[in-house]
C-alpha cells in the first residue's frame, strides 16, 4: 500500500498544488480502507479468521479524509488560527517522523538485507512504474475522469510502500 499519507500529500500538493490534495484524501479513501481490511487479513495470515469491523470506517486516517472533504463541500475557510496552525504544525511533523520510524526499524538490518535480492527489485519496478503506468493508460482509455483526476490518481498510486507492516503490527 502506497505511503500516501505522509509522502503522496505533498508530492500531489508541490505538482499540481494545494487543491489537489482534496482530489488525493478521496482517493486515499479507498487506499485506506483496503490497508485496514486487506492488509490486516496479510499480516495476520492463517494464524486467525478475519472479520470485517465496523470501527475502520472511522479510524483516524478515515475521519480525516471525511473531514478533509466535508470542509472543501462546504467552502470552510474561516478556520480559528489556533486550530489551523495547530494542523499545520502537525501535518509539518509528519514526514520527519515516519522517517524517524522507518530509520529506527531498518537500523537493526545488515546493509546486505537492506540492498535485498532480484525479487525485490522486480517487484519494486512493477510496483512503482509498471503498475502505474498501466493503471493511467486504463484511465485515460475509460474516458469518465478528467486529466487532473486521472494524474493525481497515478502519483497516489506511484507512492512507494508505506510503512504500514510496523503499524499493522
Same mark, same amino acid.
Given at each position: 500500500?502506497?505511503?500516501?499519507?505522509?509522502?503522496?500529500?505533498?508530492?500531489?500538493?508541490?505538482?499540481?498544488?494545494?487543491?489537489?490534495?482534496?482530489?488525493?484524501?478521496?482517493?486515499?479513501?479507498?487506499?485506506?480502507?483496503?490497508?485496514?481490511?486487506?492488509?490486516?487479513?496479510?499480516?495476520? @495470515?492463517? +494464524?486467525?479468521? &478475519?472479520?470485517?469491523?465496523?470501527?475502520? /470506517?472511522?479510524?483516524? *486516517? #478515515?475521519?480525516?479524509?471525511? %473531514?478533509?472533504?466535508?470542509?472543501?463541500?462546504?467552502?470552510?475557510?474561516?478556520?480559528?488560527?489556533?486550530?489551523?496552525?495547530?494542523?499545520?504544525?502537525?501535518?509539518?511533523?509528519?514526514?520527519?517522523?515516519?522517517?524517524?520510524?522507518?530509520?529506527?526499524?531498518?537500523?537493526?538490518?545488515?546493509?546486505?538485507?537492506?540492498? @535485498?535480492? +532480484?525479487?525485490? &527489485?522486480?517487484?519494486?519496478?512493477?510496483? /512503482?512504474?509498471?503498475? *502505474? #503506468?498501466?493503471?493511467?493508460? %486504463?484511465?485515460?482509455?475509460?474516458?469518465?475522469?478528467?486529466?487532473?483526476?486521472?494524474?493525481?490518481?497515478?502519483?497516489?498510486?506511484?507512492?512507494?510502500?508505506?510503512?504500514?507492516?510496523?503499524?499493522?503490527?
Amino acid at each position: 500500500f502506497g505511503n500516501v499519507g505522509f509522502i503522496g500529500y505533498p508530492v500531489v500538493a508541490s505538482i499540481f498544488g494545494h487543491q489537489a490534495v482534496f482530489y488525493a484524501a478521496v482517493l486515499n479513501v479507498v487506499n485506506t480502507f483496503a490497508v485496514f481490511t486487506i492488509g490486516t487479513m496479510l499480516v495476520i @495470515g492463517g +494464524r486467525g479468521e &478475519y472479520r470485517f469491523q465496523k470501527k475502520v /470506517l472511522w479510524s483516524t *486516517p #478515515m475521519l480525516a479524509a471525511y %473531514l478533509a472533504m466535508l470542509i472543501v463541500a462546504f467552502d470552510i475557510d474561516d478556520v480559528p488560527r489556533v486550530v489551523s496552525q495547530s494542523l499545520t504544525m502537525i501535518g509539518a511533523i509528519t514526514v520527519p517522523a515516519a522517517l524517524l520510524i522507518i530509520g529506527s526499524s531498518l537500523s537493526h538490518l545488515s546493509a546486505r538485507t537492506m540492498m @535485498g535480492n +532480484r525479487t525485490v &527489485y522486480v517487484t519494486s519496478l512493477f510496483r /512503482l512504474g509498471l503498475l *502505474p #503506468m498501466g493503471l493511467h493508460f %486504463l484511465f485515460t482509455a475509460l474516458g469518465c475522469f478528467s486529466p487532473l483526476v486521472v494524474c493525481i490518481n497515478t502519483i497516489v498510486i506511484a507512492m512507494p510502500v508505506a510503512t504500514y507492516g510496523t503499524i499493522l503490527c
